[in-house]
């Protein structure tokens, strides 16, 4: 597999109610920094968005942030990154947001982290891309979320297969363990086996 240069953030623009949601979104832009993988996300200043893109810039990163217009024109744009592209609708934004980034990585969020996941999946299970797409799940924060894909899969809606288009892991290590890896070796983590 060549080298990870780039990876795609999604996360939430709030800062959620569990006190280590935001450190640990801050820890994996240290190490993005310090990886010198540059940081692709949805160019917000809040949330754990904007925790994970601080932190990679307090640290020497870089940052692409990348906001539809009707987001920027309500300040919600991060006027401190590498660069911020400011596009015309969400779909140009995600389609960007795709084709700049080498992998992609989930951290808690909500309905739009949820749509974003869903997306690059979908589009992987098509044979539309074979990006690594890894689930960081902090604190057991999307096993419901497993729990739902496997009913999915259990009432026949989805093959099996579709567990290996993403693995599930625990920690920042894990997750760079994983975008280091050869392609044979990449291996989906379930959540019972971590």
């Not at 996360?11 to 190490?31: E, H, I, K, W, Y």
């Not at 893109?53 to 987001?71: K, S, W, Y």
């Not at 920042?172 to 086996?193: C, V």
Request: proline share 6%.
């Amino acid at each position: 597999m060549t080298p990870i240069s780039s990876l795609c953030v999604y996360c939430g623009s709030s800062r959620g109610t569990n006190p280590n949601f935001v450190p640990f979104a801050q820890d994996l832009g240290r190490q993005l920094a310090e990886r010198k993988i540059r940081l692709i996300y949805g160019g917000g200043r809040v949330g754990l968005m904007g925790a994970c893109a601080d932190a990679t810039m307090a640290n020497g990163g870089e940052v692409v942030g990348i906001i539809p217009q009707h987001l920027q024109d309500r300040e919600i744009g991060h006027s401190g990154l590498s660069e911020l592209k400011v596009v015309d609708n969400m779909h140009t934004r995600k389609r960007m947001m795709f084709d700049l980034s080498d992998a992609f990585c989930v951290l808690p969020g909500g309905l739009g982290t949820l749509e974003e996941l869903f997306e690059v999946v979908t589009w992987r299970q098509l044979g539309m891309h074979d990006k690594p797409i890894i689930v960081l799940n902090l604190d057991g924060y999307w096993d419901r979320l497993i729990g739902m894909i496997d009913g999915i899969i259990d009432d026949g809606f989805a093959q099996p297969a579709a567990r290996q288009y993403f693995s599930v892991v625990n920690s920042i290590g894990r997750l760079f363990d994983i975008l280091a890896a050869p392609p044979e070796t990449q291996e989906p983590d379930h959540p019972e086996r971590i």
